[in-house]
């Protein structure tokens, strides 16, 4: 319980602390951090908008895409100390249920009928599909090295003092950072302010949204900043005790957030045809954490 209450506090600045920090790096005064807050509060004072081609899959496709997340955060522990739903192997529920919300999006987009909808809907499920192996290959290694495979129990028994296991807290650190920019379509992936054909991809699976379904897509993009955001700060909360894990886990909200600020300010867009190369990286990454596991227990001679 205490993780969700955090993610949700946490998610109400994450987009507004990146905001902030690409306007100080721009030199400009810019907006508050509250704002992506009061920008969601105002599109649920509209009314929502539907096309006459669009069907039930579009109108209920923004509800499970949050409550996909949610149950998502469910799953997340706070370091020793489970979530609301852990069970042996709960990694692979916590990656189906975002997978399922993620593909009532697609559907959703491909409702409309419309074939820019369907361009943009085709690259979110092909970016998915190469940061899914990463996901497990990562949460794999980890389980190899704590011996138990529930987010839990992974995390309690994660105690990094050598070397090796402090590189690979950082190696799934920056995996964790890197999904959560792919999977919120950001940059070097995609930019969140562009409109151009060529290069949109989540941007353009919402353009038929309005009201209060654009301001729910909107929520779950912030829920899931900061629900990878805690799971980069299980890495290091580990047993602590929650005087000291709190403000631990708070400042590893707002690091992440100023990391994607900074790399959002300073890194150029991909070209298209780019985006694989640097989503399967990830997985290589993963992949090496795993050989690294086995190399400290002997496992691999």
């Known amino acids: 319980m205490i993780s969700l209450l ?3 506090f946490s998610a109400l600045f994450f987009n507004g602390i990146i905001g902030r920090v690409k306007s100080i790096s721009a030199g400009r005064k810019g907006p508050g951090i509250m704002q992506p807050v009061f920008d969601v509060c105002r599109l649920f004072r509209k009314g929502t908008v539907y096309s006459e081609v669009t069907g039930p899959v579009f109108k209920m496709a923004p509800a499970v895409y949050l409550a996909s997340v949610l149950i998502a955060c469910l799953c ?7 979530g609301l739903i852990s069970f042996n192997g709960d990694f692979v529920f916590f990656a189906y249920a975002l997978a399922l919300g993620k593909f009532f999006c697609i559907i959703g987009a491909l409702d409309t009928g419309s074939s820019f909808e369907g361009m943009g809907a ?6 998915s599909m190469l940061a899914e192996p990463a996901f497990f290959l990562i949460l794999g ?22 070397p090796m296991s402090w590189a690979l807290a950082v190696c799934a650190a920056y995996v964790f950072l890197v999904l959560a920019m792919v999977e919120n379509s950001r940059m070097p992936v995609d930019d969140p302010k562009t409109h151009l054909e060529l290069t949109m991809i989540h941007e353009v699976m919402v353009l038929d949204n309005s009201g209060i379904d654009l301001g729910l897509i909107f929520v779950t993009g912030y829920l899931k900043f900061a629900m990878y955001a805690a799971l980069i700060a299980d890495l290091f909360i580990g047993s602590l005790p929650i005087a000291i894990g709190i403000p631990v886990f708070l400042g590893v909200q707002v690091a992440c957030a100023v990391v994607i600020g900074l790399n959002e300010s300073f890194t150029a867009r991909f ?6 190369q640097f989503i399967f990286t990830l997985a290589c990454i993963a992949l090496l954490s795993i050989f690294g596991v086995m190399l400290m227990s002997g496992k691999l001679v």
């Open 122 to 127: 085709s690259r979110e499920a092909t970016y």
């Open 6 to 8: 955090l993610i949700l």
């Open 141 to 162: 290694s980890l389980a190899l090295m704590s011996g138990h495979t529930s987010f839990q129990e992974i995390f309690a028994n994660l105690h990094p003092s050598s």
């Open 76 to 82: 997340v522990p706070f370091g020793s100390k489970g």
């Open 271 to 276: 070209r298209m045809n780019h985006n694989p």
